[in-house]
């Protein structure tokens, strides 16, 4: 009795079980506050809300662990995000059994099957998801059902977060369903292990704001989500002062490159693709010396575009190889 009593007064005084928001807000308190260069390890919840044992933890979609309040960071300066870990830690993950209707011509959807599969299979209420398995030790993912006829669909993990923010200027709270220039849900998936992310800064501590794990995730996210699950996060901060940017950046060991960041049918890719190679030559030139027109050569002839998300975001990248110094 007594070890009970003590249990009820310690949880009382604020041993409390962890909270996890949807909204990349800046009232929210702060998970933990960390000086730049710090070594930070953190795990993050599947899109549905649990956790490496399969707890629920938070209702979906895509809690977030944070915010961490980056020491010195200010509005006006970037936070670089650097990811030297994004690992599975659980053996199974979900996705939906078909495609996005936005992905698709008007006169397919007509024809195309129901996207049911089995409830209550994945997740209780829900019939839309199938289970994938996934072999750490091996690096694979591989889908338990159903089964094709024609293949095997089993392919190399590539494990990535898909939702990295701070909060958003103002008093907006955007939820963790979309993507802007803050951040939040990009859904890129070259947000993995070693990549640095870029990110403007509106409010003190920048209070940064991560989740939505995926074992694997093809280009534009055609089916609305990769195959979801939890993850273990290794990543450290620093801070480029002054540095303002209009939004996310992203460099990996062989490219630069811009995100056009904008929610999900909310404009065309042509609006996302004219957002990320503006930015890319403000990059080129602010940060690797480029002259404007040298910017633009540089783009015309080496840039590379990737679709984020089907209905959304557009990347330009340009490989380190194309920026030889004289």
């Known amino acids: 009795m007594r070890f009970l009593l003590l249990f009820v007064c310690l949880f009382a005084a604020g041993l409390q079980a962890e909270v996890y928001y949807r909204t990349f807000f800046h009232k929210h308190p702060v998970k933990q506050r960390i000086r730049a260069g710090e070594v930070v390890s953190t795990r993050t919840l599947d899109s549905s809300g ?10 979906g ?43 698709m011509t008007p006169e397919y959807i007509e024809k195309t099957y129901p996207p049911m599969y089995k409830r209550d299979l994945v997740r209780k209420g ?73 990110l403007p800064v509106y409010h003190s501590g920048a209070l940064l704001f991560m989740g939505d794990g995926h074992a694997l995730q093809g280009d534009g996210e055609p089916t609305g989500n990769g195959v979801e699950t939890s993850m273990d996060v290794e990543f450290s901060v620093t801070v480029r002062k002054g540095v303002r940017l209009t939004g996310p950046r992203v460099e990996t060991a062989d490219a630069i490159i811009s995100i056009g960041s904008q929610p999900e049918f909310q404009s065309s890719l042509d609006r996302a693709l004219e957002m990320a190679t503006t930015d890319m030559v403000q990059y080129l030139m602010t940060e690797h010396g480029l002259e404007e027109w040298a910017a633009h050569l540089l783009i015309a002839f080496q840039g590379k575009y990737e679709v984020v998300t089907a209905r959304g975001s557009m990347a330009l990248l340009i490989p380190r190889a194309a920026l030889k110094k004289r």
């Open 50 to 59: 649990k956790d490496q044992e399969s707890k629920e933890m938070s209702d």
């Open 61 to 103: 979609p895509n809690p977030l662990t944070g915010p961490f309040f980056v020491e010195g960071a200010e509005p006006g300066d970037s936070i670089a995000i650097h990811f030297r870990k994004v690992r599975l830690n659980r053996n199974w993950g979900y996705s939906s059994y078909r495609l996005g209707l936005f992905a």
């Open 126 to 198: 829900f019939a839309h998801y199938v289970p994938w398995d996934l072999d750490r030790e091996k690096g694979v993912v591989k889908l338990r059902e159903p089964g094709s006829k024609a293949i095997v669909m089993e392919f190399p993990a590539k494990p990535m977060l898909g939702c990295v923010g701070v909060a958003a200027a103002g008093d907006w709270a955007p939820t963790s369903s979309p993507s802007g220039p803050y951040g939040g849900n990009l859904d890129y998936n070259r947000i993995g292990e070693g990549a640095t992310v870029l």
